[in-house]
T-cell receptor, first 112, second 115 residues
Framework: KQEVTQIPAALSVPEGENLVLNCSFT??????LQWFRQDPGKGLTSLLL?????REQTSGRLNASLDKSSGRSTLYIAASQPGDSATYLC???????????FGEGTQLTVNP | EAGVAQSPRYKIIEKRQSVAFWCNPI?????LYWYQQILGQGPKLLIQ????????DSQLPKDRFSAERLKGVDSTLKIQPAKLEDSAVYLC?????????????FGPGTRLTVL
């Protein structure tokens, strides 16, 4: 059974700092991995999707890496801003078209 | 392009009452998912449809939860009777047919409070 773990559970940083969020999964035979952002009381916004054959994806100040063999992914946020404050969720798909298995998220607070 | 639509956004009911949620996926998306997100946890899949057929309902509490997807488009999720532990956000997501990136797009969710 796939299990996804995110560390840390919560993180508070000053504005402008670069930061890394970690995600690990127990079964490395994944199809893809997605990083999501969730604002309080809102749905999930997809940030980045990495196929199993890829090593990383970038979007603006965000960079996500994937090391399938070790069961790890990281989300790097450069030059953090107060507007980045949210919960960040990592999720994996085992086979094409199947369910997402989520971690419990990292609650990020960026202080002005 | 319109996103995934859900209604209602909020619902408060008493335990043992019934409740229904509605989802309209992105046009052309054949796969539809219902997830349950309890406060402080990641979402957990309840049921997955491919067109109007059920692909995965292994984590659906079938004694009280039911779902249908008529004509392979809109879907409804029903809870009857509700329990206190059903208090959660119910998220609907959709994706294109199996194959390719299979990126899942989520709606805003329905927040259910059971008193």
């Amino acid at each position: 059974k796939q299990e996804v773990t995110q560390i840390p559970a919560a993180l508070s940083v000053p504005e402008g700092e670069n930061l890394v969020l970690n995600c690990s999964f127990t079964d490395s035979a994944i199809y893809n991995l997605q990083w999501f952002r969730q604002d309080p009381g809102k749905g999930l916004t997809s940030l980045l999707l990495i196929q199993s054959s890829q090593r990383e994806q970038t979007s603006g100040r965000l960079n996500a890496s994937l090391d399938k063999s070790s069961g790890r992914s990281t989300l790097y946020i450069a030059a953090s801003q107060p507007g980045d404050s949210a919960t960040y969720l990592c999720a994996v798909v085992q086979t094409s078209g199947s369910r997402l298995t989520f971690g419990e998220g990292t609650q990020l607070t960026v202080n002005p | 392009e319109a996103g995934v639509a859900q209604s209602p956004r909020y619902k408060i009911i008493e335990k043992r009452q019934s409740v229904a949620f509605w989802c309209n996926p992105i046009s052309g998306h054949a796969t539809l998912y219902w997830y349950q997100q309890i406060l402080g946890q990641g979402p957990k899949l309840l049921i997955q449809f491919q067109n109007n057929g059920v692909v995965d309902d292994s984590q659906l509490p079938k004694d009280r939860f039911s779902a249908e997807r008529l004509k392979g488009v809109d879907s409804t999720l029903k809870i009857q009777p509700a329990k206190l532990e059903d208090s959660a956000v119910y998220l609907c997501a959709s994706s294109l047919v199996a194959g390719g990136y299979n990126e899942q797009f989520f709606g805003p969710g329905t927040r259910l409070t059971v008193l």
